[in-house]
């Protein structure tokens, strides 16, 4: 069974930079395809990114594309996502996921995180 963590919320200004840590403990992720979705208040839980197992394969949202880069340390079994020009609708609760399959879709993963918040103010 693998237990997700993630970290590195907090409140920022509009422009800042954040990063995200999603660290796996139970097993190794190495051979999971790992994910970020995120949550704003009265909304549905959105895609951000997702990496394969290997990291040689990466997909970010429009909304963020350009401005967050998913990443990832096998060695460490710690999935990052690096947030840089925050905006006001960036503002959400952060999730971790991890799956055997690749995709956008929430259902394709199997195990999650317990969410980081993230506040951007302007």
């Known amino acids: 069974q693998v237990q997700l963590a993630e970290s590195g919320g907090g409140l920022v200004q509009a422009g800042s930079s954040l990063r995200l840590s999603c660290t796996a403990s139970g097993r190794t992720i190495s051979a999971a395809v790992m994910a970020w979705f995120r949550q704003a208040p009265g909304k549905g839980r959105e895609f951000v990114a997702a990496i394969s197992t290997s990291g040689a394969v990466r997909n970010h949202a429009d909304s963020v594309r350009g401005r967050f880069t998913i990443s990832r340390d096998n060695a460490r079994n710690v999935v990052y996502l690096q947030m840089n020009d925050l905006k006001l609708e960036d503002t959400a609760v952060y999730f971790c996921?991890?799956?055997?399959?690749?995709?956008?879709?929430?259902?394709?993963?199997?195990?999650w995180g317990q969410g980081t918040q993230v506040t951007v103010s302007s």
């Open positions: 996921a991890g799956g055997s399959r690749y995709g956008s879709t929430s259902a394709v993963y199997d195990y």
